[in-house]
């Protein structure tokens, strides 16, 4: 299938899938989350791709966010709506793939970007990958599962400390809080995501499907996606994202 924002290359039953905007720095636009949907159900139903791997174009970015340029204009509805369909189309679908997905974070991975790599199964990282969940810096806060995927990951106290200063950590951190599960050298990451996806593939496809179903069904429950999701569209609107979101439209800090 032809694309705009995603190119998608098969090889030994690896489907790679590459966010293709580096201008942007790979930020998800509605295009593009709609293109990554669609290709993820096609490899899904295909049972010849036995592992999906998610990069970004370029060495800078894995992804920089949700696009800000398209929410500036967004009202607490229209919020609400996107992130609900988001979540659905492309967040909680790769959650819940049966086939198994590895972010292959090769930069910046932000915001929605970061949300997009904990929705996969695992997670590997360059030494050069800065990552975090900026969003309260905005005057918004992270809606696409982050508030609920991250403390899975790396605790309540953690997840706190980095969603509320919105600070943005190295992989090394990363790594040592279990955001990640490996960090490699650049030049390395798909070598490494390969071998990673090879450890996967040589088990039965049926069973790593039921493990997936298995540890999904202890994640938070499905009250903590709904109240992100009413809290998210509550920030759409108000003073403080207006500010949030021109303070980076005209490349300035935000004052609150
Ligand atoms: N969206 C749109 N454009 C982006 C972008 C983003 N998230 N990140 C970078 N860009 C663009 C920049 O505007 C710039 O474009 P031009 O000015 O050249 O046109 C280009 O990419 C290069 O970026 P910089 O010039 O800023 O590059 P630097 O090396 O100086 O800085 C940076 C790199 C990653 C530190 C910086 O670009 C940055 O801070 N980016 C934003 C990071 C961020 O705050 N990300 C979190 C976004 S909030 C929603 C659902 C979920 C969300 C929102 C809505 N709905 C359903 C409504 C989630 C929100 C987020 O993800």
């Known amino acids: 299938m032809k694309y705009n924002n995603i190119i998608s290359t098969i090889t030994g039953g690896i489907n790679i ?3 293709n905007r580096p201008k942007q720095l790979n930020a998800l636009n509605k295009e593009t989350i709609s293109e990554l949907s669609k290709e993820i159900s096609i490899s899904n139903s295909n049972p010849s791709i036995r592992c999906i791997i998610l990069t970004g174009s370029g060495d800078k970015a894995f992804v920089a966010g949700a696009d800000i340029k398209e929410f500036v204009s967004f009202t607490k509805s229209e919020g609400k709506k996107l992130a609900r369909e988001g979540q659905k189309l492309l967040f909680d679908k790769l959650s819940n793939l049966e086939t198994p997905t590895i972010a292959a974070i090769n930069g910046f991975a932000l915001g929605g970007g970061l949300e997009l790599a904990m929705s996969c199964h695992l997670r590997i990282a360059v030494q050069h990958a800065k990552l975090g969940l900026p969003e309260v810096s905005l005057g918004v806060i992270p809606g696409y599962g982050g508030t609920q995927r991250l403390p899975a990951l790396i605790g309540k106290g953690n997840a706190m400390e980095m969603i509320l200063t919105g600070d ?23 070598e490494a995501t390969i071998i990673l996806a090879k450890r996967l593939m040589k088990n039965s496809p049926n069973s790593i499907k039921n493990a997936i179903k298995a540890i999904n069904a202890s994640d938070s429950s ?33 004052e609150f």
């Open 168 to 190: 943005i950590i190295s992989a090394d951190k990363a790594l040592e809080l279990g955001l990640i599960n490996q960090v490699v050298a650049a030049e390395k990451l798909l």
């Open 17 to 19: 899938i590459t966010i």
């Open 222 to 254: 499905l009250k903590g996606f709904k109240e992100e999701n009413l809290q998210f569209s509550l920030c759409f609107g108000t003073t403080d994202f207006k500010e949030g979101v021109a303070a980076f439209l005209e490349k300035r800090k935000p």
